[in-house]
């Protein structure tokens, strides 16, 4: 069993950054993938980031922009995010699944864990 508890996110102006955190515990952590997702108001969830092992990948719209990182000794899976706009804004995620995250990635569907969510808010 994988609980995940997410922290960091709030309020920043654009062009500021912010430090997601996703601490997940389960002594397989570090085998699993891992994936950042996030929601804006009235939108559909959608991929942001993802990470197996040293490996990532990154939605178009954050690329440049967006680091997602591990820790696996703290078991925590971070999304450090420079350069904030408003369409940024939305509810973020982080999820977990043993396998097959690439696709599970592609669809948003099928992770096992997910994270409560966190709020990141930036205005212009």
């Known amino acids: 069993q994988v609980q995940m508890m997410q922290s960091g996110g709030g309020s920043v102006q654009a062009g500021g950054s912010l430090r997601l955190s996703c601490a997940t515990s389960?002594?397989?952590?570090?085998?699993?993938?891992m994936a950042w997702y996030r929601q804006p108001p009235g939108k559909e969830r959608e991929g942001v980031a993802l990470m197996f092992d040293t490996h990532t990948k990154y939605a178009d719209s954050v690329k440049g922009r967006f680091i997602v990182s591990r820790d696996n000794v703290r078991n925590t899976l971070y999304l450090e995010m420079n350069n904030l706009q408003p369409d940024d804004t939305a509810m973020y995620y982080c999820?977990?699944?043993?396998?097959?995250?690439?696709?599970?990635?592609?669809?948003?569907?099928?992770?096992?864990?997910w994270g409560q969510g966190t709020q990141v808010t930036v205005t212009s």
């Open positions: 389960g002594s397989t952590y570090s085998t699993y993938f």
């Open positions: 999820a977990a699944a043993q396998m097959d995250g690439n696709a599970r990635f592609a669809t948003g569907t099928g992770w096992t864990y």
